[in-house]
Structure formats: structure tokens, C-alpha cells
């Protein structure tokens, strides 16, 4: 599956902004998807995962109650609104995608197998 990020961009503090990810060659169904972030000079992180109809999402504790994932598997595309963006939520955005059932491994970089180029997300203060 070939997954394209988009709708980074430069923010300021407190302000909303919403990522996409579109994906093309299999069925986009049968994926788990998730995000995950890398700021500068540190690890990729985990952000959040959803399960294959939606119904079941997972976050990270930075972003608990202010970013929210979603998908449209008629549009084949998953989202990440975030809201009340902080600086500390600057980082290179990446998607994912899992063929795998959704569990701990969801939450984990080696569960998934396959990666969206990213999509920098830049908040200033």
C-alpha cells in the first residue's frame, strides 16, 4: 500500500490543524493505521492509532484530549485533527500502515510495515 501525507504546515501556538494521509494500491480497509512524529534530533515517536472500521482508537499521553484520529475508508484516507497545538508538537508527521490485527504492536513502530513520506507540522510560540 502507498500511503501520501499531507496538510503540515507553520502554526502558531493554541491553533488547529488537520493532517491527512491517502492510500492507494490495496484494500485501505484492511489496514490499521496510525501516526507517528519525529521532532528534530529525536526519535519517532508514537502518536495514534485507529483499528480497521474505526471503532477503536489509541493515543499518546502528550496528545490525549487535543488531537483526534479518524478514517474514511470510502475515501481511503486517515486523518489526524489537532487541536490546541503546542510547540512541543513540532515534528515531521508520519502515517502508517498495519496489516496486522489492532493490539499493542499498534502502538509500536515495528507494527507497521508500511510509511507515508511525512508531513512537517511547525508550531511556533
Known amino acids: 500500500v502507498q500511503l501520501q501525507a499531507s496538510g503540515g504546515g507553520l502554526v502558531q501556538a493554541g491553533d488547529s490543524l488537520r493532517l491527512s494521509c491517502a492510500a492507494s494500491?490495496?484494500?485501505?480497509?484492511?489496514?490499521?493505521m496510525g501516526w507517528f512524529r519525529q521532532a528534530p534530533g529525536k526519535e519517532r515517536e508514537f502518536v495514534a492509532a485507529i483499528s480497521w472500521s474505526g471503532g477503536s482508537t489509541f493515543y499518546a499521553d502528550s496528545v490525549k484530549g487535543r488531537f483526534t484520529i479518524s478514517r474514511d475508508n470510502a475515501k481511503n484516507t486517515v486523518y489526524l485533527q489537532m487541536n490546541s497545538l503546542k510547540p512541543e508538537d513540532t515534528a515531521v508527521y508520519y502515517c502508517?500502515?498495519?496489516?496486522?490485527?489492532?493490539?499493542?504492536?499498534?502502538?509500536?513502530?515495528?507494527?507497521?510495515?508500511?510509511w507515508g513520506q511525512g508531513t512537517l507540522v511547525t508550531v511556533s510560540s
Open positions: 494500491g490495496r484494500t485501505f480497509s484492511n489496514y490499521v
Open positions: 502508517a500502515a498495519s496489516p496486522r490485527v489492532y493490539s499493542g504492536s499498534s502502538y509500536r513502530i515495528s507494527g507497521y510495515d508500511y
